[in-house]
T-cell receptor
Framework: DAKTTQPPSMDCAEGRAANLPCNHS???????VYWYRQIHSQGPQYIIH???NNETNEMASLIITEDRKSSTLILPHATLRDTAVYYC???????????????FGKGTLLTVNP | DSGVTQTPKHLITATGQRVTLRCSPR?????VYWYQQSLDQGLQFLIQ???????AKGNILERFSAQQFPDLHSELNLSSLELGDSALYFC????????????FGPGTRLLVL
């Protein structure tokens, strides 16, 4: 699986958009970008994933650059409950892989301030 | 709530002992994954089962073993416990185990004294 690079920490004001970047310059054509978050030792929570098109769901938006070497997770209106460690993971999805484990890095600690 | 359940939530035991952690996947999911999260190693993949069969192995110690039963629940057995085994153990499940989204349970916190 391709390696990802994320800033160790970020701050965001409550009510503002939180934009979390992720670099994955060695991503392969059949690898998806996944985002999970972990709120204080709870189980990781799935947020969103995408291959090459931008994606949006009720939690967040995912913007993937055209060359697919980086992406940004956007939380449109951050709340205090969004304070968590956010993990960007690149992984093969669908048939074609041999191990579908998730490889977690250190992630980005997002702190939403009142 | 992801739909994945894990028991117990907390476990305190002594070195040398053996414990069993249990996981029930989301309804309809055939694949179960186990992960360990320790302070120094972060979240690490241990093992994956699909419909009762082992599918992939990660950094799982020989003292650890797992199985998935016909009703699809899974158990992670940890034996000859050491202080360093203290960690959070998470179970995740997915539909087919071919790279679909994995959904995580709330975890079991193990403390070895």
């Amino acid at each position: 699986d391709a390696k990802t690079t994320q800033p160790p920490s970020m701050d965001c004001a409550e009510g503002r958009a939180a934009n979390l970047p992720c670099n994955h310059s060695t991503i392969s054509g059949n690898e998806y970008v996944y985002w999970y978050r972990q709120i204080h030792s709870q189980g990781p929570q799935y947020i969103i994933h995408g291959l090459k098109n931008n994606e949006t769901n009720e939690m967040a938006s995912l913007i993937i650059t055209e060359d697919r070497k980086s992406s940004t997770l956007i939380l449109p209106h951050a709340t205090l409950r969004d304070t968590a460690v956010y993990y960007c993971i690149v992984r093969v999805a669908g048939e074609g892989g041999s191990n579908y484990k998730l490889t977690f890095g250190k992630g980005t600690l997002l702190t939403v301030n009142p | 709530d992801s739909g994945v359940t894990q028991t117990p939530k907390h476990l305190i035991t002594a070195t040398g002992q053996r414990v069993t952690l249990r996981c029930s996947p989301r309804s309809g999911d055939l694949s179960v994954y186990w992960y360990q999260q320790s302070l120094d190693q972060g979240l690490q993949f241990l093992i994956q089962y699909y419909n009762g069969e082992e599918r992939a192995k990660g950094n799982i110690l020989e003292r650890f073993s797992a199985q998935q039963f016909p009703d699809l629940h899974s158990e992670l057995n940890l034996s000859s416990l050491e202080l360093g085994d203290s960690a959070l153990y998470f179970c995740a499940s997915s539909r087919e185990g071919l790279g679909e989204t994995q959904y995580f349970g709330p975890g079991t916190r193990l403390l070895v004294l």
